[in-house]
């Protein structure tokens, strides 16, 4: 049976940066010993709105980058969209403020054991944690080529050190306002056949994973893929966050993407039956 990530602490981090940088928040939180605990994929669930506050349920937020060197011990690093009342909150802190946060939680990107031709694909903030996965695929000799879109030329959140740990860096907008004007799925055959592409990660919103399964499939690629379904406990309580997957045995289980994700293989999970409970999942009469 599944459980909650087994290293996940709570822990009250000090920030000790929070920038705007375009559509986003780069925080930097001090997290001493926790950040040695987190791998690319991992996220964390973070209280909002301080002591007394009407929003009870934590945020998840994917681990952009952990390092478990420097003065405070080790730090994570998150990449924030103010959207809503949470995010907000949570933008809008200063230096030195606390934030309660439980993690890390779920489960993370799985390495090639050998190099391997590595694409990844991030859709707004989905490119949060491929960054750090760059940077560990490359330790293990992989080439890594990477895609990120979003609807317009401000919310591609690509920093500069991160372009420095791929090997190639496609941007695609809808807008056109950077990049190649359009979707990042009509990138991907292409650069799939140019780098004789092996294995795909991708992250961001569950319409384009699902496209991007599509072409996988098609290929006949490895897809290992980070879900957002919405979640409120984050630790394998609510059933918040459920979705269909087939198991090795071919049974569909609802399987909750806090514990069995957010990284998932994309091949295993029905994509066309997102929120809903198809005939034939175990433990249901129909
Ligand atoms: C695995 C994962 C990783 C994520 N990573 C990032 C990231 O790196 N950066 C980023 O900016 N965002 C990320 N998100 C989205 C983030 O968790 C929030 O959903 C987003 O910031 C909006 O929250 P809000 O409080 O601003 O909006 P609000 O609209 O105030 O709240 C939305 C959140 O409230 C909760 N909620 C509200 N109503 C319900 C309900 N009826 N049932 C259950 N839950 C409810 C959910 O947790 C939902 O996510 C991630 C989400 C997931 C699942
Ligand atoms: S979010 Fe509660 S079970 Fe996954």
């Known amino acids: 049976m599944s459980s909650i990530n087994r290293r996940a602490q709570q822990r009250n981090l000090e920030i000790i940066s929070n920038k705007k940088v375009g559509a986003y928040h780069h925080m930097v939180l001090a997290a001493g010993d926790m950040a040695q605990h987190c791998s690319a994929g991992n996220f964390v669930a973070v209280s909002v709105g301080g002591t007394g506050s009407s929003m009870i349920l934590r945020r998840a937020f994917a681990i952009y980058r952990a390092s478990d060197r420097g003065q405070y011990g080790g730090t994570i690093e998150l990449v924030i969209a103010p959207q809503g009342q949470g995010s907000r909150w949570l933008t809008s802190l200063d230096i030195h403020d606390v934030v309660d946060i439980v993690g890390p939680l779920g489960t993370s990107f799985g390495i090639p054991t050998e190099p391997a031709s590595a694409l990844l ?27 990120l879109g979003a609807s317009s030329a401000g919310k591609i959140y690509a920093p500069l050190e991160g372009k420095r740990s791929v090997n190639s860096l496609t941007i695609t907008t809808e807008d056109g306002g950077a990049g190649i004007k359009g979707r990042v799925t009509q990138v991907l055959p292409d650069l799939i056949e140019k780098h004789g592409i092996e294995i795909i990660y991708s992250c961001g919103p569950m319409p384009m994973i699902a496209a991007i399964e599509e072409i996988s499939f098609k290929a006949g690629l490895v897809h290992q893929c980070a879900v957002e379904e919405a979640m409120a406990c984050g630790i394998g309580i609510c059933m918040t966050c459920v979705l269909p997957v087939r198991d090795p045995d071919g049974v569909i289980k609802m399987t909750r993407s806090c514990i069995d994700g957010p990284v998932m293989d994309g091949s295993r999970v029905i994509w066309d039956s997102l929120r809903k409970v198809p005939l034939g999942t175990w433990g249901f009469d129909g």
């Open 121 to 147: 694909v991030g859709g707004g903030y989905g490119s949060a944690p491929l960054f750090g996965l760059a940077e560990v695929l490359k330790e293990r000799g992989c080439r890594v080529d990477m895609v």
